[in-house]
């Protein structure tokens, strides 16, 4: 806008009484709230370089819908800060920062559709792109104590349109009496761990809970200084001893899963939350996006329960902001 008609507006704001005052602040609000995300995006992105040749060798070249454009001198190709991202291609990109507050308070899809006025369809979309960019963002080389335990999530094929096996009906969930114990088929197994003292969080679906596959799981976590705890389960023990390090064990009969220092509790304490809010606040989440919901947990522990917004608009723009050191 030009000055003279900034100033022109501002003079005009001194003869508003307070109801037009109201609605202009409100006007102000939505319209700062629309540029948000897209300014948070683009201070993450700078300096840009083209996406196709990778030389910072561009010039400004224009807006489009409220993104500034860029033109690279080398190939000639244009973009913005979103080409090439997890958000590239959006739609409703004013609504990108309301979203992302919605995902962190960790909001059910029917709530952000309803606050957002977008379709379910639309707000599940919308919020596996932003999942998609944070599912790999696991630690690495942990030292220390870490807590391991494993837990189980129903398999789920929600959201499918056919299912490979009878559905469920209440009352039929629990084993009869005189079944055999142990985990049941379809039942997925989690193995968690969790660095005592610090934020760090890993958590990875396994397709058995065999020596070899808790062992592949635990290879890029663990260090050569790390000291696992769990509760005495054989396979983690024996990928324990495969990996070379320490192990203590706190077997489930010794007074409450305490032993001195060793116990288990902060990853059983994970453990309930993240069934209490996969489970019951979110109606369960698909098997084959299970991945994707425990890497939203983790920034849950990242952050101490208060991720800020800004954390998923720049994840999806492909940095790694939890599990860092
Ligand atoms: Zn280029």
Redesign the pocket.
């Known amino acids: 806008m030009r000055k003279a008609k900034l100033r022109a507006l501002l003079c005009q704001v001194g003869e508003l009484n307070e109801r037009e005052l109201d609605e202009l602040f409100d006007a102000v609000q939505k319209r700062q709230s629309a540029t948000k995300a897209l300014r948070v995006v683009e201070n993450a992105r700078w300096p840009l370089s ?1 996406p ?4 910072e060798r561009i010039v400004r070249n224009g807006r489009a819908r409220g993104l500034q454009r860029y033109l ?1 001198r ?4 244009s973009f913005s800060a979103l080409t090439g991202t997890a958000l590239a291609g959006v739609h409703h990109k004013e609504r990108l920062h309301a979203f992302a507050e919605c995902m962190s308070r960790g909001a059910s899809i029917c709530d952000t559709a309803a606050e957002l006025k977008i379709s379910p369809s639309t707000a599940l979309r919308l919020r596996h792109r932003f999942l998609n960019s944070i599912t790999e963002h696991q630690p690495k080389a942990l030292n220390g104590m870490v807590e391991v335990d494993e837990t189980f999530f129903r398999e789920s094929f929600k959201g499918a349109r056919k299912l490979p096996r009878e559905s469920r009906h209440r009352g039929k969930s629990k084993p009869k009496k005189g079944a055999p114990k142990g985990p049941s088929k379809d039942l997925i197994p989690v193995l968690v761990a969790r660095s005592r003292g610090g934020p760090y969080v890993a958590d990875v679906v396994l397709p058995s809970l065999s020596r070899t596959d808790i062992k592949a799981a635990l290879a890029p976590i663990v260090g050569p200084d790390t000291l696992l705890v769990a509760d005495g389960s054989g396979s983690i023990a024996s990928a324990a001893k495969d990996l070379g390090i320490t192990f203590e064990a706190v077997p489930t009969s010794y007074g409450g899963h305490v032993r001195g220092t060793y116990h288990v509790q902060t990853v059983n304490q994970y453990h309930s939350r993240l069934k209490g809010w996969i489970n019951h606040e979110l109606r369960g989440v698909s098997t084959k996006h299970l991945p994707k919901y425990l890497a939203w947990m983790r920034t849950f522990a990242w952050y101490q329960d208060k991720p800020k917004p800004e954390i998923y608009l720049i994840s999806a723009l492909g940095k790694q902001l939890i599990n860092t050191f």
């Open positions: 083209c196709s040749c990778h030389t690279c080398a190939c000639g190709r």
